[in-house]
């Protein structure tokens, strides 16, 4: 079997890479939400405990996830399971009104964890 990236596949990582670069802020780590946030039931909440795994958002983003298992489970190389795992970031970031996305509470204030550590979470739950 070919496991070299096709011109296809490069090309559709450059545009998931300019797509997450738009959101630059997220790009370095986490960015503070306003003091007024309040996660949505689209917005995944990454802490431990029943309170974030019986959030709709992280009920939905677990839907999402056995959505793509057996895709990422096929992909051939590297190059695919990063557009996968993109394609998840961005699917569940654009279903957040308030900016949020995946976000952690730390110490009474909320945080958008960064595209970096997304990825992290997304890959581990794959």
């Known amino acids: 079997q070919n496991h070299q990236p096709t011109a296809n596949m490069i090309q559709i990582l450059q545009q998931q890479t300019e797509c997450l670069a738009q959101a630059s802020h997220r790009e370095e780590g986490k960015t503070v939400l306003p003091d007024s946030f309040t996660p949505s039931d689209n917005d995944v909440i990454c802490s431990r405990g029943k309170v974030s795994q019986h959030h709709p958002g992280n009920l939905a983003f677990s839907a999402i996830i056995n ?6 489970a096929a992909a051939q190389g590297k190059i695919e399971k990063s557009i996968i795992v993109s394609n998840i970031i961005e699917t569940v970031r654009g279903k957040s009104p308030n900016g949020g996305g995946f976000v952690k509470l730390i110490a009474g204030q909320w945080y958008e964890i960064g595209t970096s550590t997304a990825r992290e979470r997304v890959s581990q739950a794959l």
């Not at 959505?67 to 990422?72: C, F, G, K, M, T």
């Open 67 to 72: 959505n793509h298992v057996a895709e990422y």
